[in-house]
C-alpha cells in the first residue's frame, strides 16, 4: 500500500492530521501534503474541515476499500510466508471472555499438536466491540454471538444455544411452594419473577438483546440490580441468594460445580424458559475478503467439530448425569 494511503488511514482513525503527523513521526505539513495530493489524485474532498474535521462522502468510500485492501494485503502475506515457511505463522482470534475458557481448552490442545509453531493471539471482548475490530484488521476472526450482518462478513454457525433461568433455593423458596418449583422443570413464565431481583448483562450484549426482544414481546419488566456480562459473575451472585440470572446454557459450567459442594438450602435451580423462542447462534466471523492459510483453515475445521460436542456436553439433562 503506498505512503499516501497509510497516512489517510491513520488520519482517518486519529481524526486529526497532528496526532497521525506524531504517530507517523512526520511533519504535520507532510501528512497535509499527502492528502492534499490523494485529493488531486482521485478530484474528491477526503475530509471537511468546517465546522468539525470529519470524513466526506467520498472519504468514507476511499476508508471502507483501503480497509479491506489493508486486509486482503495481511492475508496474501501470511498466506505467501505459509508457503514459504510451511507451518509457521500467526493470527488473532476475538473471542467472548465468559466463552474463551469453555472453548479454547477443547480446541487449543488439536491445534497445538498440528501447528506448534503457529503463535495464536486472542482478543476477549463482546460480540459487538468483534464486529468493528473484524472490519478494523484487529482481529482475523471471531467466535460471536448473533452477529449483526454485513457485507464484509463471512458467518458460519457452529452451534446453538439458549437462555436459562439460574436462581438459588434459597430465594426460589420464598416466592413459590414445592409443587410449584417441580412444575418448573419443564420451563418457567418470566411473568411470575417480576419481583425478584435479577443481574443481568449490559444492554449492548447480544445475550441481553434477545433477552430484551423477548420480555418486550410478552410485556415483562424484570427487577434489575446489577449489570455485569461476566456469566461467572453472574452465577456467583446468584448463589449469595441475593438475585437470579438469565445465562447462556452452555456457562451454567460454574453453576454445577457450586452444586456439588454446597448446602441443600444453597443450591442453585436452573429452569429453561417457556416460549422463549430465540436461540443464541454461536457463529464464527471472520472478513469475506481474507484469504486464510492453511493453518487457520484447519484451526476452524476444529472449531467447527469442537463447538457441537461442547453444546452437547452442556445440555441440562447431561450436566446433572455428570454431578449424579
Not at 447480544?206 to 414481546?217: C, F, G, P, R
Request: aromatic share 8%; charged share 25%.
Amino acid at each position: 500500500m503506498k505512503i499516501g494511503f497509510e497516512v489517510f488511514l491513520v488520519v482517518a482513525r486519529e481524526m486529526s492530521i497532528t496526532k497521525a503527523a506524531n504517530e507517523l513521526h512526520i511533519t504535520q505539513q507532510c501528512a497535509s501534503d499527502h492528502i492534499k495530493r490523494l485529493e488531486k489524485e482521485y478530484n474528491v474532498v477526503l475530509f471537511e474541515r468546517r465546522p468539525k474535521f470529519r470524513l466526506t462522502q467520498a472519504g468514507e468510500i476511499m476508508l471502507h476499500n483501503l480497509l479491506n485492501i489493508q486486509i486482503m494485503e495481511t492475508s496474501m502475506s501470511r498466506s505467501l510466508a505459509g508457503i514459504a515457511e510451511g507451518t509457521v505463522g500467526g493470527f488473532t482470534l476475538g473471542i467472548s471472555t465468559s466463552r474463551a475458557p469453555i472453548i479454547l481448552p477443547r480446541v487449543l490442545p488439536r491445534s497445538y499438536q498440528c501447528y506448534p509453531k503457529v503463535n495464536i493471539s486472542f482478543t476477549e471482548e463482546d460480540t459487538q466491540i468483534l464486529e468493528e475490530r473484524l472490519l478494523n484488521g484487529q482481529v482475523d476472526l471471531f467466535i460471536g454471538v448473533n452477529t449483526s450482518p454485513h457485507p464484509d462478513y463471512k458467518i458460519q454457525t457452529l452451534t446453538t444455544d439458549e437462555i436459562i433461568l439460574v436462581i438459588s433455593a434459597k430465594l426460589l423458596r420464598r416466592e413459590f411452594t414445592e409443587q410449584e418449583i417441580r412444575q418448573m422443570e419443564d420451563g418457567i413464565d418470566l411473568k411470575r419473577f417480576s419481583n425478584i431481583p435479577f443481574t443481568q448483562s449490559f444492554k449492548t450484549g447480544k445475550v441481553n438483546h434477545a433477552i430484551q426482544e423477548y420480555l418486550d414481546s410478552y410485556n415483562v419488566k424484570l427487577n434489575v440490580i446489577y449489570n455485569i456480562s461476566d456469566s461467572e459473575t453472574q452465577i456467583l451472585l446468584c448463589a449469595s441468594g441475593i438475585c437470579a440470572a438469565l445465562c447462556p446454557k452452555m456457562l451454567l459450567a460454574a453453576a454445577y460445580r457450586h452444586n456439588q459442594t454446597c448446602k441443600p438450602e444453597d443450591e442453585l435451580y436452573m429452569f429453561p424458559i417457556r416460549n422463549l423462542g430465540r436461540e443464541l447462534k454461536i457463529e464464527l466471523v471472520s472478513h469475506r475478503n481474507a484469504m486464510h492459510p492453511m493453518y487457520i483453515q484447519d484451526f476452524v475445521h476444529i472449531l467447527q467439530e469442537e463447538l457441537p460436542r461442547i453444546a452437547d456436553s452442556m445440555s441440562l439433562e447431561e450436566l446433572r448425569k455428570s454431578i449424579q
